[in-house]
T-cell receptor
Framework: GAVVSQHPSWVICKSGTSVKIECRSLDFQATTMFWYRQFPKQSLMLMATSNEGSKATYEQGVEKDKFLINHASLTLSTLTVTSAHPEDSSFYIC????????????FGQGTRLTVV | GIQVEQSPPDLILQEGANSTLRCNFSDSVNNLQWFHQNPWGQLINLFYIPSGTKQNGRLSATTVATERYSLLYISSSQTTDSGVYFCAVETSYDKVIFGPGTSLSVIP
């Protein structure tokens, strides 16, 4: 199998607070994890690529200081949305690629963030 | 960067009908995947298909890498096939980039 779990599935937070989203590969080790953002009726936009033990690589236009990514182990990556604003409200999805395998990506169930 | 296009953007089918979804990409890719996003947002892996043809039940996919396109065939469509279908390509920079998607509605 290849199960990727995200937590929480949904979260509501107040403006100015920070929210942490976890992405775990449950039955495999992941060399690389990706974080995406999806607005309603739109496609997935790549935010950043993270490799275990390395700094994340952010896509152009994504604020590194606002979206903090930590990839502390081969099974866990976290995305922290700092000082959240209503415009950060979105669906955030992570994916992972198996270590020593092909590059097929497996996705978590996503986290719906609402900032009020 | 690489451009990924999908057609048609929207599709309405009568239950039992067949359809073909297309994905075009502007540059060479390392691999290509097809996904189905259900109404709850979960992405379901359909095919990992850098080239050639694969079949899984009522679904099949063909990628012609040299001509930079891939096709997803859905036969005998069912209402549970409704949702958004994405193709995603892995670029030479090890990034996975998504197309805009095809929104499919299958009506009874």
């Amino acid at each position: 199998g290849a199960v990727v779990s995200q937590h929480p599935s949904w979260v509501i937070c107040k403006s100015g607070t920070s929210v942490k989203i976890e992405c775990r590969s449950l039955d495999f080790q992941a060399t690389t994890m990706f974080w995406y953002r999806q607005f309603p009726k739109q496609s997935l936009m790549l935010m950043a690529t993270s490799n275990e033990g390395s700094k994340a690589t952010y896509e152009q236009g994504v604020e590194k200081d606002k979206f903090l990514i930590n990839h502390a182990s081969l099974t866990l990556s976290t995305l922290t949305v700092t000082s959240a604003h209503p415009e950060d409200s979105s669906f955030y999805i992570c994916s992972a690629i198996k270590l020593w395998h092909n590059t097929e990506a497996f996705f978590g169930q996503g986290t719906r963030l609402t900032v009020v | 960067g690489i451009q990924v296009e999908q057609s048609p953007p929207d599709l309405i089918l009568q239950e039992g009908a067949n359809s073909t979804l297309r994905c075009n990409f502007s540059d060479s890719v390392n691999n290509l995947q097809w996904f189905h996003q259900n109404p709850w947002g979960q992405l379901i892996n359909l095919f990992y298909i850098p080239s050639g043809t694969k079949q899984n039940g009522r679904l099949s996919a063909t990628t012609v890498a040299t001509e930079r396109y891939s096709l997803l065939y859905i036969s005998s469509s069912q209402t549970t096939d409704s949702g958004v279908y994405f193709c995603a390509v892995e670029t030479s920079y090890d990034k996975v980039i998504f197309g805009p998607g095809t929104s499919l509605s299958v009506i009874p």
